[in-house]
Nanobody, 115 residues
Framework: QVQLVESGGGLVQPGGSLRLSCAAS????????MGWYRQAPGKQRELVAT???????NYADSVKGRFTISRDNAKNTVSLQMNSLKPEDTAVYYCNALDRYTNLWGRGTQVTVSS
């Protein structure tokens, strides 16, 4: 089955941390650029972070210094470590896999940052 499955979302207080994980199956994982995107209520889906096949990373300005994306090609997983969370980080977070022919999305996992 070709799919991405996110996990690790939940409710956290401002200043707290969460680690999201995405497990991929049915794709050539090591050949895909992997990314995390998010969609907050009433807003468009936006880029959070990407990581290339070679391990180069890119982050939205709003999360630089707080979030870290990583991948484990042996396990076909990509993770997003989120520290110093803010209420504005509240969103559904989606995993994405991209190569020449594939643009695959997970179902998303809810992250809520609230006191």
């Amino acid at each position: 089955q070709v799919q991405l499955v996110e996990s690790g979302g939940g409710l956290v207080q401002p200043g707290g941390s969460l680690r999201l994980s995405c497990a991929a199956s049915g794709i050539s994982f090591s050949l895909n650029v992997m990314g995390w995107y998010r969609q907050a209520p009433g807003k468009q889906r936006e880029l959070v972070a990407t990581i290339t096949t070679g391990g180069a990373t890119n982050y939205a300005d709003s999360v630089k210094g707080r979030f870290t994306i990583s991948r484990d090609n042996a396990k076909n997983t990509v993770s997003l470590q989120m520290n110093s969370l803010k209420p504005e980080d509240t969103a559904v977070y989606y995993c994405n896999a991209l190569d020449r022919y594939t643009n695959l999305w997970g179902r998303g996992t809810q992250v809520t940052v609230s006191s």
